[in-house]
């Protein structure tokens, strides 16, 4: 059936006889699903602010990580052990620090208003540039812990799925004439009829958001029960042109605080780039301490993570 709320027109319809689904008609996707046969929720696949950032904040960034830009590194599932990070993302990234930057905290202000999350659960901003023909696959920014079975980093540092990315915010830095589109592949229900096999396959079919300096894009990576969302799945296209260039950030907002990600580092992307997790120098009277810290928090003491590895669905 169909019905018309506040002016515009919305449909359900039934599946498999206990989920369902609501979408609206005027090109933004919601869906809406049954848990545990008594909760329902009901969520935007995505949404974009135009102008959220200034142009003060995008060159801020840009200029802050263009001296540290290394190799972007994603984490490898358990049948790609061995793979070069090349093989499925080409991009070069470095993360910034808000710590002492009263600009960057304004951003983690603005974070946090729009996600409704606190900024504990926040990364570092991860400032990526794509030269042309530069990309990465699809794929999503949560764990999915049956392809990293054999990580014991991974299982460490997600306590097994626990912990995982609930909110992914992308930034736009600048405006890309052709290409460079954050494509999501998924988007109006498109399970197939696309070549997942093709480096740049996503790229031609669901949603393409266009690159425009300044803009916002964020969707949701988790249900409210903790399980991933496949429909979080997407890709970064390459930017086209000879000159083409296209600077953005990833803005990743956790589903738990993370008080051992420490703002001044990378977080669990600390690779490389001179934002790491540093060892201190400790004072002897809190040697005690520091070893029961250890016992009652062990993730403290974890290697950095990479970002999750391009994955077919």
């Known amino acids: 059936y169909q019905r018309r709320v506040h002016g515009k027109q919305w449909y359900q319809r039934r599946v498999h006889g206990k ?3 609501q979408r609206r008609v005027h090109g933004k996707q919601w869906y809406q699903r049954r848990v545990h046969g008594k909760q329902w929720y009901q969520r935007r696949v995505h949404g974009m602010v135009k102008n959220f950032f200034s142009d003060k ?5 840009i200029g802050k990580a263009d001296p540290h830009m290394i ?66 696959g699809h794929h999503t920014d949560w764990w999915d812990m049956r392809h990293y079975a054999n990580s014991q980093q991974v299982k460490d ?24 589109e954050t494509a999501f592949p998924y988007a109006g229900g498109v ?13 031609t079919v669901g949603l393409q958001v266009k690159p425009e300096k300044g803009q916002a894009v964020f969707w949701y990576n988790l249900f409210p029960d903790g399980e991933g969302d496949n429909y979080s799945t997407h890709a970064a296209c390459p930017p086209v042109g000879e000159d083409s260039i ?30 790491c997790l540093c060892k201190k120098k400790k004072k002897k009277k809190k040697k005690k301490n520091s070893r029961l810290n250890q016992k009652l928090y062990p993730e403290k003491t974890q290697a950095p993570m990479t970002t999750p590895q391009t994955e077919a669905h």
């Open 19 to 21: 989920q369902w689904y």
């Open 57 to 61: 904040e995008c060159d801020h960034a």
């Open 71 to 136: 190799q972007s590194p994603v984490s490898l599932m358990d049948h790609d052990k061995g793979k070069a990070a090349t093989q499925f993302r080409t991009s070069t990234s470095h993360f910034i620090s808000p710590r002492g930057d009263p600009v960057l905290k304004g951003v983690e202000a603005k974070v946090k208003a729009i996600t409704r999350t606190e900024i504990p659960h926040q990364e570092d901003v991860q400032v990526l540039r794509y030269f042309e023909g530069q990309r990465y």
């Open 157 to 180: 540092s997600t306590k097994n799925g626990y912990r995982n990315r609930f909110v992914t915010m992308f930034w736009y830095m600048n405006t890309v004439p052709e290409g460079g």
């Open 191 to 203: 399970r197939r009829g696309w070549d997942q096999g093709h480096p740049n396959g996503a790229c």
């Open 246 to 275: 296209k600077w953005g950030g990833n803005i990743w907002v956790w589903n738990q605080p993370n008080p051992y990600f420490p703002k001044g580092g990378s977080g669990v992307l600390a690779v490389g780039g001179g934002n």
